[in-house]
Structure formats: C-alpha cells, structure tokens
C-alpha cells in the first residue's frame, strides 16, 4: 500500500518534470512570438504579457523593409538546387564506394572524406574567397550552391554509404545477368531501395544549407543575393530599436523550417541516430 | 574490363570533383599563403618563413580568442551531454507523451543558429535582466562565453538527447531483468547496466560536439560581435576578422591551419580514450 503511494507519488513528479522540461526548452519561441506582435509603445511597458492588440504591421513592414521575399526566394534556390545537387551525385558515389570495398582506390577516397569531416570552413575560407573572386563566384547564388555543396560532400556521402552497405546485392547480381549496365541497374533498382537515406540526407542537408551563415556571410555580400539568415543578420543590425520588426521576420523565416521539422521529423532522428550524423 | 571501370568512376566523379575544387583544393592551397604576410588584397606577397606560426603565441588576441573558444567548447560538451543524457532518461520509453516532449526538446536544434543567438541576447536582457534583475551575461567579460555557450546548450541538448534516447532503447530487457534479480536499486542499474551500453553513443557525441564547440562563428558574431571588447572573439571569428578586417590573410591562414591541427588532435585524443574506456566501463 505505502510502497504503491510512493510510486505514484514518483510517477506524478517524473509527468510533471518532462513536460516542465519541454516547455522550458520551447519557452524562447514564446518570446520570439510575442515580441513580434506588439507595437513598438507596447513593447516598451509590457514584454512578455500577451499582446494587448496583435500588431501585425510589424509582419507587413517587416516583409517590405527587409525585402522578405527576395531573401526567402534566394533561400529557396539555394537550399533545393544544392540539395539536388547532393542527393544525386553523392547517392550515385556512395553506391560505388560501398560496393568497391576491396578497391584501395575507394576506400581511400571514403577515408578522406571521414577525415576532410573535421575540417574548420575557416581553414580554406581566405584560399576559396580568392578562388571565387577569380572565377567571378562571389556574390552570385550559385557560387555559394558549388561551396556548400562540396562542404556537404563528405558529409552526405558518409550517411548515405553505410546504408547502402545493407542493401543486398544479390538484386544488382540478377540485373546484370538480364545485361542491364549500371547506371540503369542504379537507377531502377537500387535508387528506390535508398529511399529513407535518401529522406534523410535531404531533410538534414535542407535544414543545414538554409540555416547556413558561416558560408553564406563569406560568399554572398550584396544585399541582392542575400539569403535569410543574412537578411535577420543585417537587418537586426540595423533595426535593433525596432524589435517587433525584426522579430516579425525571424518569425517568418522560422515557419518553413519549423514546417519541415514538424512534417519530416522521423528522418531527421533516423539520420541522427543512425550514428554516421558528424556535421 | 576498362570500359566497366570508367563508367564506375563516373558515379564518383562529380561528387569526388566538387570536394576537390571546394574543399581539398583550398585546403592545400592555404598551406603556402599561412607562410606569406600577404595582407589579402594586393600582389605584394612576401614568404616570411615561419614568422606567422611563432608570432601567434606571443599574439594576445590569438591566446584570447583561443582560451573563449576553449571554454566554450568546454561548456557545451559538458552540459549539453549531461542534459541531453538526464532528458533521455526521462522519456526513453515509447509513449505518445513522450514522443510529444521529445518534439519539444529537440525544436531548438532545427533554428538557426543565428535566430538561436538574437533571441536568447533578449531573453537574457528583459526576462533575466528586466523581470529576474539578474544582469545579461552576454555583457560582462567574465560571464560573456558561459552565456553565450548556454545558447548552444539548449539548442544541441535535444540532439544529444535524440542519440541517447536510440542508444536506451537498444538495451535487451534482459539485462535489467537480471539487474532486478540481483537486487539492483535504480542508481546501481545505471551505473553499471545503462552507461557501460551507451559508451559508443557518448563517444559519438562528445568528439561531434567538441568539434562544433571548437568551431563556434555564429553565436558571437550574432549575439555580441565579439564584445564586450574582444572578450568573446573566438578563434573562427580571429580568422574571418584577417582576412575581412584586419587584413593580414596571411598571418590568418597560418591561424586556421594551427587550428585545424588542433581540432584534429583534440578529436582523435579524446575519442581514443573514451573508446579505451568504453570497453572498460
């Protein structure tokens, strides 16, 4: 009796710590929120009340002043053409580097790619800055496509890799009896057997692409070519007595992250726990 | 025969291509500029041997910005382990709650690191500061890293977690049942059920997030451009200011380099002894 209290008593504060704990750590949202829907006079009496009037001309000049769309639309070339890019050409490189095992050749390639993993971008930002000046890849959208597609090589090809280890070959065996080549046993056998990895590296190399800064700040200066994270980057710096403003934009930039995240979450923690996550 | 291995080499080509213009290329060609005193502009390039590597030590914005980054990383792999492990085994078991806290905890992880930094820069000036009283670190040279390496906490704590959580669950019942045989209370039960099976996943965690703490750009260049002073530039920020601000691109790339070596190092050090361990635990 006493010991079946006690744990319920146990059990009642473990239910009230966890969802303490979640809330606590989704908390700050609330204030990104709140603060991007009071007028500039309210913010200045109340902070974290809930809003006396929604605001929302905050959201209406914020998307004007920082020039929202073309930020949002720059974001979006960026993160899906470098996205494609990835998904094909490193699906197609880690099929060859998990079926060459015993070629000292691929294996080799495969361990540069594990070691180039730990690389600093700082440690090629000035010699790659240079490059790009001299192929006229500065300040245009796909030179910062090419960059952050070849950081995120080493990276996707290694999440990639270890899953189609597990695919068996006796199905490429059978194809090529029939007298398929190999792009055609690749693309119709194998390619839709990948497709969970497949899943995963898109939403994780997304996620990562469209919240980049490091990369982004170094390649792309002019305003016309700044993704959102530069936009927030730029804009807050000059709208810090503003802040409704510039919080309606991080709102707005949150949406379609926070949309993917919500919708694809059960990829994003295979890809993670799948242990080959070393961004 | 031939034939067959070219057309394998052109699954490998445009990936293996990209890294080696993107990444390898640079890499390389950084070694020889880290040996100039080129200051990023001009042709005026002078090889000044090793004057860039030994300078740096006696440089006091170089063992400034070296010793932020430490304590950063410091923090960040320490707390965001400990709470990521805490929040683990707190909701490991399936269960429709649970699966909506996991959620929760791991929401942080998906935003920017940017949008992570300016809203916590006002959580800890109007909640911490305007309703708590307790002043921002983010303004005080002592307290500046902590606040700033509290950031990435609560954002990578819920990855740790996520990894944690997949590590329990790979445990056979087994081994509790034959804990409960023995009489195992629930801390005997994780100190020698839990831990010893979780090893490769703290391995795992600990050297990824001791990379990301070495590597820390975003958060002090969001949250505090480096300040108050230069009390929160990190080594990153160091580099990027040689070749944008400062101007000597060369001094900088001998920087990374150092830098690169030391992330190596650190990793390989670290994941070699906890791998030692893992088998010991």
Redo the contacts between chains.
């Keep these: 009796m006493m010991k079946s209290r006690g744990k319920n008593v146990g059990k009642f504060f473990?239910?009230i710590?966890?969802?303490l704990?979640?809330?606590i750590?989704?908390s700050?949202?609330y204030?990104?929120i709140i603060?991007s829907l009071k007028s500039k006079q309210e913010l200045a009496v109340n902070?974290?009340a809930l809003p006396e009037v929604l605001y929302w001309e905050n959201f209406s000049q914020g998307i004007v002043q920082s020039n929202f769309f073309n930020a949002l639309k720059n974001s979006f070339i960026t993160t899906s053409l470098a996205t494609i890019?990835l998904t094909?050409?490193?699906s197609?490189?880690s099929?060859?580097?998990a079926r060459?095992n015993n070629s000292k050749f691929?294996n080799s390639?495969y361990f540069?790619?594990v070691a180039?993993m730990?690389?600093?971008?700082?440690?090629?930002?000035?010699?790659?800055?240079i490059?790009l000046l001299r192929w006229g890849l500065v300040n245009s959208l796909i030179g910062f496509v090419?960059?952050k597609?070849?950081?995120q090589?080493?990276f996707t090809?290694l999440i990639i890799t270890g899953f189609v280890k597990s695919i068996p070959r006796e199905l490429e065996e059978a194809a090529n009896i029939d007298g398929a080549?190999?792009?055609r046993t690749?693309w119709q056998i194998i390619f839709p057997l990948m497709k969970p990895v497949i899943f995963t590296s898109v939403v994780l190399n997304a996620?990562n692409i469209?919240?980049d800064?490091?990369i982004s700040?170094?390649i792309l200066q002019k305003q016309s070519v700044r993704t959102l994270?530069l936009t927030?980057?730029f804009f807050?710096g000059e709208n810090n007595s503003e802040?409704g403003l510039?919080f309606a934009v991080?709102v707005l930039?949150?949406i379609p992250?926070?949309t993917?995240?919500?919708s694809l979450?059960k990829y994003?923690?295979s890809g993670?726990?799948s242990?080959a996550?070393?961004? | 025969m031939k034939k067959k291995s070219i057309v394998e080499f052109s699954f490998l080509f445009p990936a293996l291509a990209l890294f080696i213009l993107f990444v390898l290329y640079p890499f390389i060609e950084g070694i020889p500029i880290s040996f100039t005193n080129w200051d990023g502009l001009s042709d005026n390039v002078k090889y000044v041997g090793f004057r860039n590597y030994v300078r740096m030590f006696s440089d006091r914005h170089f063992v400034n910005a070296t010793s932020n980054t430490l304590i950063f990383m410091v923090i960040e792999v320490v707390f965001s382990n400990l709470l990521g492990l805490f929040f683990a085994l707190l909701i490991a078991k399936p269960s429709r709650s649970n699966n909506i806290i996991r959620t929760m905890i791991f929401t942080p992880f998906c935003l920017s690191l940017l949008l992570s930094a300016y809203v916590w820069k006002y959580i800890y000036s109007d909640f911490f500061y305007g309703v708590l009283g307790i002043p921002s670190p983010l303004g005080d040279k002592k307290w500046v890293m902590a606040g700033l390496a509290n950031i990435a906490v609560w954002r990578d704590a819920g990855y740790c977690m996520v990894v944690y959580i997949a590590a329990i669950q790979g445990i056979s019942k087994e081994y509790y049942e034959v804990g409960d045989i023995e009489g195992c209370n629930i801390i005997q039960r994780f100190r020698y059920i839990t831990l010893p099976m979780i090893g490769p996943a703290i391995t795992a965690n600990v050297t990824l997030l001791l990379s990301w703490g070495m590597k820390v750009f975003d958060y002090p260049m969001a949250a505090t451009s480096g300040g108050p002073g230069r009390s929160s530039e990190t080594v990153a920020m160091l580099i990027y200011g040689n070749l944008f601000t400062y101007f000597k691109a060369g001094y900088g790339q001998a920087i990374a380099i150092v830098f690169t070596i030391s992330i190596f190092l650190l990793s390989f050090i670290v994941s070699y002894n906890l791998r030692k361990r893992e088998v010991e635990l």
């Design positions: 473990h239910t710590l966890k969802w704990i979640g809330i750590c989704i700050p949202m204030v990104a603060y902070r974290f890019i094909v050409i490193c197609m490189a099929y060859i580097i060459k691929y390639v540069i790619f180039a730990i690389i600093p971008f700082q440690s090629i930002l000035t010699p790659l800055y490059n090419l960059a597609s070849g950081f090589v080493a090809v080549g190999l792009y690749y996620l469209w919240n800064f490091q700040v170094t994270p927030q980057y807050f802040l510039a991080f930039s949150m992250v926070l993917l995240y919500l979450q994003i923690i993670i726990t242990g996550v070393k961004g």
